[in-house]
Structure formats: structure tokens, C-alpha cells
């Protein structure tokens, strides 16, 4: 099938690309598809039903009803500036920042279901898998942007 990567050595399932798709679908043998790269939940939705819909037409698979499942949200921060990571580390009581490791921090916070990673550059990426820690996130970053727990170098 066109724009199809398939690869065991790389990993075990065939990743379907462009041709209407929002992202990329991943199909392993085990039948489940995996969308990853969307905006949003809709396209997520729609690229995976595309997919079953051309492994059908393709005779692959029977006809079949799916139920799609959130498993986990990936959200990318990007302050627009650098961040100082020392400063954060103190003033978010972070334990796991080891600058000569790593070079960010993981932080798990408290009041927020997910699992954060901060850069020196101000990007980040925030793994969730509930939408409405999205929006509490935003509130919190917000707070600490205005509090200084969050600075510019």
C-alpha cells in the first residue's frame, strides 16, 4: 500500500503517512492502531478510521466495529524564551534534575495527573492522559510565570 513504512528492525508494525492523514497510524498484528502526531482528539479519530477503511477495502481486515480509546496526550510547551532550570528546580521543590545527565528536568507534579519535561531552551513536553490537566496546566504555568517561579535567562 502506498505511503506505508514497514520495518520490523525499526519497530513491529506497519506506520501509514500522508493520504489525507492528519498525523501517522501505526498497525501492529495484534489489530490495534496507535494515531500519533494529531492535534487534536477528532483527527485522531477520523486518521484511524481512514486507516481501517483502506486495510479494508485492501481485503486485510473483516469489517469490524472499533471503540478508540485515549491512552495518552502529548502536549508540547514552549515558553518562547530560555528558562532557568536551577531556578525552577528550587522553587517547584523538584528532585530529579541533574544537570550533567539529562539536561532537563522530569517533574511529576502533585495537583496535576501527567508527567512533565522542561528544557533550558523553554520547550517542554507534557504527558497527560486526561484533557482537563491541559487547561490546569496552563493555569499553573501562568501563576508561576507571574510569581517568578518560572525565569528567563
Known amino acids: 500500500m502506498q505511503s506505508t513504512l514497514f520495518d520490523t528492525e525499526i519497530y513491529p508494525c506497519v506506520y501509514f503517512r ?5 498525523g501517522t497510524v501505526s498497525v501492529f498484528a495484534s489489530g490495534k492502531l496507535i494515531s500519533l502526531g494529531t492535534i487534536t482528539i477528532d483527527e485522531a479519530f477520523y486518521d484511524i478510521q481512514l486507516v481501517i477503511t483502506k486495510l479494508r477495502e485492501a481485503e486485510l481486515i473483516q469489517p469490524t466495529p ?16 530560555c528558562i532557568d532550570l536551577d531556578h525552577l528546580k528550587t522553587n517547584l521543590s523538584l ?7 539529562f539536561g532537563g528536568i522530569h517533574w511529576r507534579p502533585k495537583n496535576i495527573s501527567g508527567v512533565i519535561l522542561f528544557f533550558t531552551s523553554g520547550k517542554g513536553i507534557f504527558n497527560t492522559k486526561r484533557m ?4 490546569t496546566l496552563k493555569k499553573f504555568f501562568n501563576k508561576k510565570i507571574q510569581d517568578g517561579s518560572i525565569r528567563r535567562i
Not at 496526550?73 to 524564551?81: A, C, E, M, Q
Not at 530529579?96 to 545527565?101: D, F, N, R, T
Not at 482537563?132 to 487547561?135: A, D, H, L, Q, T
Open 18 to 22: 500522508k493520504n489525507g492523514l492528519s
Open 66 to 81: 472499533i471503540k478508540p480509546k485515549i491512552q495518552n496526550i502529548v502536549v508540547k510547551i514552549n515558553f518562547g524564551y
Open 95 to 101: 528532585e530529579e534534575y541533574k544537570p550533567g545527565g
Open 132 to 135: 482537563k490537566n491541559i487547561e
